[in-house]
């Protein structure tokens, strides 16, 4: 079983920064991609940015210059750099990893995280 833990979250004001981290635990050989999406209050889930093992990155156009992905394959971690933060940056940000390899060399298509909350103040 692999579980995705979320840490970061919290209260900022317009144009501060926070850092979001996720560590994904369990019998893990290998993840393919890991993200960040988020959900606001009445609004569909939406990818934030992605990040793949390799390195390759893709954000949302909104986060783009502002937000930063990276990952640390060897401790299963990634991070999520938050800058000139927004209002609109306001919803609870999961984690998620895609194509987990097990240990045992079982695949497991997705996981998601419980959910950190990231409040913007104007």
Do not use: H
């Given at each position: 079983q692999?579980q ?90 999961y ?28």
């Amino acid at each position: 079983q692999v579980q995705l833990v979320e840490s970061g979250g919290g209260l900022v004001p317009a144009g501060g920064s926070l850092r979001l981290s996720c560590v994904a635990s369990g019998s893990i050989f290998s993840i393919n991609a890991m993200g960040w999406y988020r959900q606001a209050p009445g609004k569909q889930r939406e990818l934030v940015a992605v990040i793949t093992t390799s390195g390759s990155t893709n954000y949302a156009e909104s986060v783009k210059g502002r937000f930063t992905i990276s990952r640390d394959n060897a401790v299963n971690t990634v991070y999520l750099q938050m800058d000139s933060l927004k209002p609109e940056d306001t919803a609870v940000y999961y984690c998620n990893a895609d194509n987990i390899r097990t240990v045992a060399g079982v695949i497991i298509g997705r996981s998601w995280g419980q959910g950190t909350q990231v409040t913007v103040s104007s």
